[in-house]
T-cell receptor, first 114, second 116 residues
Framework: DAKTTQPPSMDCAEGRAANLPCNHS???????VYWYRQIHSQGPQYIIHGLKNNETNEMASLIITEDRKSSTLILPHATLRDTAVYYC???????????????FGAGTTVTVRA | GAVVSQHPSWVICKSGTSVKIECRSL??????MFWYRQFPKQSLMLMATSNEGSKATYEQGVEKDKFLINHASLTLSTLTVTSAHPEDSSFYICSARDQAISEPQHFGDGTRLSIL
């Protein structure tokens, strides 16, 4: 699976948009970009995923560059409850059981400050 | 949305005992569930893939006789830590994927295991 690179930490102001970058320069054509977050002492929470096009849901927006080598997760209005470790994960879309495994890197520790 | 429930949420037991952790998909069926382990200040590490009706697939370095996995139904997988020792103390998390739709995986809230 393609590797991802994320900054280890970032601070965000409450009420402002939080832009979380992720590099995945070795991504293959059939690999999706997933974002999960983990609030302290809880299991990871799914946020969003995409292949080529930008995606938006009630939680966030995902912007994928045209060459697909990087992406940005946008939390439009960060709240204190968005403080968490955010994981950017790349994995294939092929319907093989092994391909559904998720490999977690170190992620980005996001701290939202009042 | 899809809900995955883990039980217990935390457990403390003596060294040498066996501990069973349950992972249930509450509103969907899952032919495949995954078990992860997370040590303090570290990321999640996949231990094994649990397959309904067949043997689990373990990641390299994970002892299958130590971590017994049973996936007897489409909504339940169990992880048993046998003869647990203090070094097995960790945060164990399961995830499951709704077999009816392609994405995504959903995670339980984890089980914090402390072995004295």
């Amino acid at each position: 699976d393609a590797k991802t690179t994320q900054p280890p930490s970032m601070d965000c102001a409450e009420g402002r948009a939080a832009n979380l970058p992720c590099n995945h320069s070795t991504i293959s054509g059939n690999e999706y970009v997933y974002w999960y977050r983990q609030i302290h002492s809880q299991g990871p929470q799914y946020i969003i995923h995409g292949l080529k096009n930008n995606e938006t849901n009630e939680m966030a927006s995902l912007i994928i560059t045209e060459d697909r080598k990087s992406s940005t997760l946008i939390l439009p209005h960060a709240t204190l409850r968005d403080t968490a470790v955010y994981y950017c994960i790349v994995r294939p879309s092929a319907p093989d059981l092994n391909d559904y495994k998720l490999s977690f890197g170190a992620g980005t520790t996001v701290t939202v400050r009042a | 949305g899809a809900v995955v429930s883990q039980h217990p949420s935390w457990v403390i037991c003596k060294s040498g005992t066996s501990v069973k952790i349950e992972c249930r998909s509450l509103d969907f069926q899952a032919t495949t569930m995954f078990w992860y382990r997370q040590f303090p200040k570290q990321s999640l590490m996949l231990m094994a893939t649990s397959n309904e009706g067949s043997k689990a697939t373990y990641e390299q370095g994970v002892e299958k006789d130590k971590f017994l996995i049973n996936h007897a139904s489409l909504t339940l997988s169990t992880l048993t830590v046998t003869s647990a020792h203090p070094e097995d103390s960790s945060f164990y998390i399961c995830s499951a994927r709704d077999q009816a739709i392609s994405e995504p995986q959903h995670f339980g809230d984890g089980t914090r295991l402390s072995i004295l």
